[in-house]
């Protein structure tokens, strides 16, 4: 009788788990990896590819 609650216990702390990760998740993102690896890639105003392939959009921070 003790396994039973143990194992529901499990399962809901397991589903729990997976729903908080999913929720968890941005959906937000680009990512895009060889910015420096075509010739053809067209850029306006300030953008710029760095060295390491990273996409800089801006050249200005905002605080």
Same mark, same amino acid.
């Given at each position: 009788? @003790?396994?039973? &609650?143990? #194992? ?5 702390? +397991?589903?729990? #788990? /997976?729903?908080?990760?999913? +929720?968890? =998740?941005?959906? *937000? =993102? /680009?990512?895009?990896? @060889? /910015? *420096?690896?075509? &010739? =053809? +890639?067209?850029?306006? @105003?300030?953008?710029?590819?760095? #060295? %390491? @392939?990273?996409? =800089? +959009? $801006? %050249? $200005?921070? *905002? #605080?």
């Amino acid at each position: 009788m @003790g396994a039973a &609650p143990r #194992s529901f216990y499990f399962c809901v702390l +397991l589903c729990v #788990s /997976f729903i908080l990760s999913a +929720l968890a =998740q941005d959906v *937000n =993102q /680009f990512i895009y990896h @060889g /910015f *420096n690896e075509d &010739p =053809q +890639l067209q850029r306006d @105003g300030l953008a710029s590819v760095h #060295s %390491n @392939g990273l996409l =800089q +959009l $801006t %050249n $200005t921070v *905002n #605080s």
